[in-house]
């Protein structure tokens, strides 16, 4: 399932994992959130409702990489970077996020998950 992600008025093609915790996002949309700034790679919001799903440990995150940390914490990634010791549940991923980076900025986001009209 594809979504829109608008970051900061700026608007991207994800594709949503077909598994428990994608099905979760889809079934909060439209959804607006203010997402705070986090080690100069990644935007995130504590929802307050959980997301179900299996927890791993990537490797690597890539940049447009959507996922949850703990049990409601939406991040975006708009950076690449080595991984290995924190654990996410896989959301989905920006198709081609090509200028992500600048449209995050360096403060808060205001981001949009909606689906694809």
Same mark, same amino acid.
């Given at each position: 399932?594809?979504?829109? %992600? /608008?970051? #900061? ?5 994800? /594709?949503? &994992? ?7 996002? $889809? ?6 959130? /203010?997402? &705070?700034?986090?080690?100069?790679? +990644?935007?995130?919001? @504590?929802?307050? &409702?959980? *997301?179900?799903? +299996?927890? @791993? %440990? ?10 949850? *940390?703990?049990? !409601?914490? $939406?991040?975006?990634? @708009?950076?690449?970077?080595? #991984?290995?010791?924190?654990? @996410?549940?896989? %959301? ?9 980076? !600048? ?7 205001? %981001?949009?998950? &909606?689906?694809?009209?």
């Amino acid at each position: 399932m594809q979504i829109t %992600v /608008t970051v #900061n008025g700026k608007p991207f093609v994800a /594709t949503v &994992e077909n598994n428990e915790t994608g099905q979760a996002l $889809l079934s909060r949309l439209p959804l607006t959130l /203010t997402m &705070e700034e986090l080690h100069g790679n +990644e935007k995130y919001c @504590y929802t307050g &409702e959980a *997301f179900g799903g +299996e927890q @791993y %440990v990537p490797q690597t995150i890539e940049t447009g990489d959507l996922m949850v *940390f703990g049990s !409601d914490c $939406l991040v975006l990634f @708009y950076d690449t970077f080595a #991984n290995g010791d924190w654990s @996410y549940k896989r %959301v989905g991923k920006i198709d081609d996020p090509t200028g992500l980076a !600048d449209a995050c900025g360096s403060g808060n986001a205001s %981001v949009t998950f &909606e689906q694809n009209s």
